[in-house]
Nanobody, 121 residues
Framework: VRLAESGGGSVQAGGSLRLACSASGFVHSRWCLAWIRQTTGKRREEVARIDGDGSIGYGDSVKGRFTVSADNDKKTLYLQMNDLKPEDTAMYYC????????????????WGQGTQVTVSS
């Protein structure tokens, strides 16, 4: 399984970015795909997920601002980020796991290289 993120960049507060994650290998619709971010202080936070059964979840800090989606076979995962805030600044990783999403951010089996998002005030 290989995951490759794109779409990061620098934006001012209130702006928007759209991240994409291209998944190759055995990833298919029954896999969990999620976005995890890591700040410079190394704190990790799950931002959004699409579980193996298709259910969607968001971290409390991004609800109402971020939207996660994927194509039908989960070969591409997206994260639309609106109303960005400086505290959204982080490296964003696409992660995956077969079936149910991992119960903790450090327990995902597969990680992309990450894409940096920087939000200035």
């Amino acid at each position: 399984v290989r995951l490759a993120e794109s779409g990061g960049g620098s934006v001012q507060a209130g702006g928007s970015l759209r991240l994409a994650c291209s998944a190759s290998g055995f990833v298919h619709s029954r896999w969990c795909l999620a976005w995890i971010r890591q700040t410079t202080g190394k704190r990790r936070e799950e931002v959004a997920r699409i579980d193996g059964d298709g259910s969607i979840g968001y971290g409390d800090s991004v609800k109402g601002r971020f939207t996660v989606s994927a194509d039908n076979d989960k070969k591409t995962l997206y994260l639309q980020m609106n109303d960005l805030k400086p505290e959204d600044t982080a490296m964003y990783y696409c992660v995956s796991e077969y079936g149910t999403c991992a119960p903790a951010v450090d327990e995902y089996d597969y990680w992309g290289q990450g894409t940096q998002v920087t939000v200035s005030s």
